[in-house]
């Protein structure tokens, strides 16, 4: 069996993925952040600025969203990635947002600077190759019942195909316990950290599905090695289209970030970053 890129053996030296002025893995940290699902213009481009202004790294925001239900909002589709693209331009945040069909990747690959793998197509085969071919960075959620070696298989998928530039995300898995959404595999960070060089990031929102647990679980997850963040952030939490009981307000963000701060100690200032 030949050697798996994604391991250590393959390269004892971490992976620093590069995206516009920040970095990620080998040392850097970076936070993403934003709402679920892009709603609307008015958003988006209150969010960023103030996002910009403390020193997120990179802008997120599904134009594609995975419902459980039909029935529940969908995303906006081209007019929330060109919405999503023209934020990030504005205050020049790099932005990440979800491919969930490869049908849709042309227009994915457009308007974005990392492409989202979500958890429920982890395991996508095809989409897996189609980004694996891309010369954009690609951000793999771990899925909902996933062992970390499926995770890491998923992801060799991609740099199998040449793509290099793999960002992995813990995001909670399938258990029990239904306190919380999903359960943070925490040992799993430091697993990844452990069996490859690539960065990994968590992602406290979905991981725990209630916006008061996130500043404690981004903490944890920070102290375990995590690369980074990916968290929920919303104008108005209550009136989300989706995922408003796990997202932040912009302060509460904001208090997350020097709250993590000590930790962290992110490449690029993580107040008034420029
Ligand atoms: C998301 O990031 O909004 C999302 C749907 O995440 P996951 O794939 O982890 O459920
Ligand atoms: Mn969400």
Redesign the pocket.
């Known amino acids: 069996m030949p050697l798996k890129l994604y391991s250590r053996e393959y390269s004892k030296e971490d992976t620093t993925i590069r995206i516009g002025n920040f970095a990620v893995g080998g040392g850097a940290k970076a936070i993403i952040a934003g709402p ?2 892009v709603e609307n213009s008015e958003l988006m481009f209150t969010l960023a600025p103030l996002l910009k202004d403390m020193g997120v790294h990179a802008l ?1 925001g ?1 134009a594609y ?2 419902r459980t239900s039909p029935y529940s909002f969908q995303g906006l589709g081209l007019e929330g990635l060109q919405i999503l693209y023209q934020a990030g331009q504005r205050v020049g945040l790099p932005v990440v947002t ?1 491919l969930l069909d490869v049908r849709d990747f042309d227009q994915v690959y457009q308007y974005a600077d990392i492409i ?1 793998i ?4 982890m395991q996508n085969f095809s989409l897996l190759r189609e980004v694996g071919r891309a010369d954009k960075p690609v951000l793999l ?2 899925g ?1 019942a996933a062992t970390i070696e499926e995770w890491l298989l998923a992801a060799e998928y991609i740099l199998s195909e040449g793509n290099r530039q793999v960002i992995l ?1 813990e ?2 898995i399938r258990t029990f316990e239904n306190y919380t959404r999903n359960t943070l595999d925490i040992a799993a960070v430091a697993a990844v950290k452990h069996l490859s060089h690539l960065p990994v990031i968590v ?1 406290p ?2 991981a725990t599905g209630r916006s008061e647990l996130v500043v404690p679980v981004s903490k944890g997850a920070m102290a375990a090695g995590a690369d980074g963040l ?1 968290v ?1 952030v919303h104008t108005n939490p209550q009136q989300a289209l ?2 408003g009981v796990q997202s932040l307000c912009p302060e509460e963000l904001a208090q997350l970030i020097k709250d993590v701060q000590a930790i962290i100690n992110c490449q690029s200032p993580v107040v008034g970053g420029q």
């Open positions: 679920c699902a997120r599904g969203k995975p979800e989202q979500g958890s429920r197509n959620k771990r909902l995300c995001r909670g992602d929102s979905h990916i929920e989706s995922d």
